[in-house]
């Protein structure tokens, strides 16, 4: 599905934002061609173009809508759905430059910036003037929020103070045909209009090129306290979970790890050292503006668990110890790869009730496959990292097998088969177990109203046999 770029369209694209920011050259093209999506194969865009300010965003929007090329959008291609891979070519449209934090209002408690800002860099400027912005994904030190806003990223914060969508105030859009657009407001509340800002925040880069964000911001909470919970069994965990949540205390963080998960960290040496037989532990992490309002409802929470029949508790006294938590945590990515020689990390969500038995359903699946299989992940709102470890591609059709029973299985519990990480190019295939033609018809015909060309981001989230359907029957 690859179409050829009329005859001086680079030439035009160089006028536009200076020939140095027009990439062409084959090996330069390469990084661009992948994400961060394990067992992925790299498709290579014909052209990167990076634009440094909004008109030049738009009058290369304008070029590639007049030309009928494809446009990919991307960020720090942090993604792991496979969302900024150019899988028909074109222009890998790369908001890198975009970098300005442009205004941080503490009156108002919001922010605008530009989509190619780190989140690391916003949370600590903005935090300088005693202000929070809470959304915290794994990839934080090098993600930009405009991927943020195209997934709705959450994090392990997002228990208690949510995801990207509860922070996004309003947009500065370019459209797929070059046009400008401001959907969204500055105050914290409204609801003048149909939400086109909501529509918009995890919509995948398929219905326009986010330029600008205004975000609310929250005042900084002065204290975090920080505890650890070993249980000898998932299901204690949950019981630990609802224990917690039934007892009014609502964690800024509740992090789950299994039986696997906690076995594949102690073999990396942690600051913090499990016990032996740990069979689940959870993080639990409280912030407020008093100390001793904090540490009150910690020591519920750790009394919850230990009705639950945690085995073993640790507080975190100071910050040192903190850290030993959090980077034991942080641990697992690296801890899991190691098992194995490669790995898929899905990012499926249930019911809390549920995390036990979806826990204990993946690891039958994995022995029904001959694969292993761990899970962590944000247990107070279910959304576990469920990751499939293997050896080499030989593998892969049990891989994918593995992989269709989990969603079905997920499904079945209640769940949905992306939390965070979107559907992007990796789980398009399985988008029609969990919505409906008739959803799916009318995705498409929002997504036609925005991008009547079929230009943006093409061949992702929909399967392109869903979406050709869809057109037919609408021409029919």
């Not at 935090?127 to 912005?133: K, P, R, S, T, V």
């Not at 979970?241 to 992090?255: D, F, K």
């Not at 100390?291 to 668990?305: F, I, K, P, Y």
């Not at 079905?408 to 992306?418: D, F, K, N, Y």
């Amino acid at each position: 599905m690859r179409r050829p770029l009329p005859a001086g369209f680079a030439e035009r694209l160089e006028h536009v934002v200076g020939s140095a920011f027009v990439i062409g050259d084959a090996d330069a093209l390469v990084p661009y061609g992948r994400d961060e999506t394990p067992n992925l194969a790299p498709a290579l865009p014909d052209l990167v173009v990076r634009p440094g300010t909004v008109d030049e965003v738009a009058e290369v929007m304008r070029a590639c809508a007049e030309g009928g090329v494809f446009v990919t959008p991307r960020g720090a291609g942090t993604g792991k759905s496979g969302g900024c891979v150019p899988v028909h070519g074109g222009v890998v449209l790369a908001l890198d430059r975009l970098t300005r934090i442009l205004d941080v209002d503490k009156a108002d408690g919001t922010c605008t910036v530009e989509p190619g800002v780190i989140l690391e860099t916003l949370q600590q400027t903005v935090a300088e003037q005693g202000l929070f912005y809470p959304p915290d994904p794994a990839s934080l030190s090098s993600c930009t929020l405009g991927g943020n806003v195209a997934e709705n990223a959450g994090g392990p914060r997002a228990l208690k103070y949510g995801v990207t969508n509860t922070y996004v105030l309003g947009l500065e859009l370019v459209l797929p045909t070059g046009e400008r657009l401001r959907t969204g407001k500055q105050t914290t509340k409204g609801v003048a209009g149909y939400d086109l800002t909501s529509l918009v925040v995890g919509s995948e880069g398929t219905l326009a090129i986010v330029t600008g964000i205004t975000l609310k911001l929250l005042p900084s909470p002065r204290f975090v306290q920080t505890a650890l919970a070993v249980f000898p069994s998932s299901e204690a965990a949950v019981q630990g979970v609802n224990g917690i949540l039934g007892a009014g205390v609502l964690p800024r963080t509740l992090e789950y790890l299994d039986r696997a998960s906690i076995a594949a960290v102690r073999a990396l040496n942690p600051p913090y050292r499990f016990p032996e037989g740990a069979g689940a532990a959870l993080i639990v992490e409280t912030d407020g503006e008093s100390e001793q309002g904090t540490l009150e409802a910690l020591s519920r929470a750790l009394d919850a668990c230990g009705e639950a029949g945690a085995s073993d508790t640790l507080l975190a006294t100071d910050a040192r110890k903190q850290r030993e938590i959090w980077q034991s945590r942080r641990l697992l990515s690296e801890a899991t790869r190691r098992i194995k020689g490669r790995k898929v990390s899905e990012d499926i969500v249930v019911p809390r009730s549920k995390i036990a038995e979806m826990v204990a359903r993946t690891g039958a699946l994995g022995d029904k496959h001959g694969l292993l299989t761990c899970s962590f992940g944000h247990a107070g709102d279910g959304n576990l990292h469920t990751q499939v470890l293997f050896d080499d591609d030989g593998e892969l059709p049990r891989v994918e097998a593995l992989l269709a029973d989990l969603f079905e299985a997920t499904l079945a519990l209640g769940g949905t088969i992306t939390g965070e990480h979107g559907v992007g190019l990796s789980k398009q295939r399985y988008l029609p177990l969990e919505l409906s033609d008739e959803a799916i018809a009318l995705s498409l015909r929002l997504k036609a109203a925005f991008d009547p060309a079929g230009i943006l981001n093409p061949g992702k989230m929909f399967p392109d046999k869903l979406a050709l359907r869809a057109k037919k029957r609408a021409q029919s």
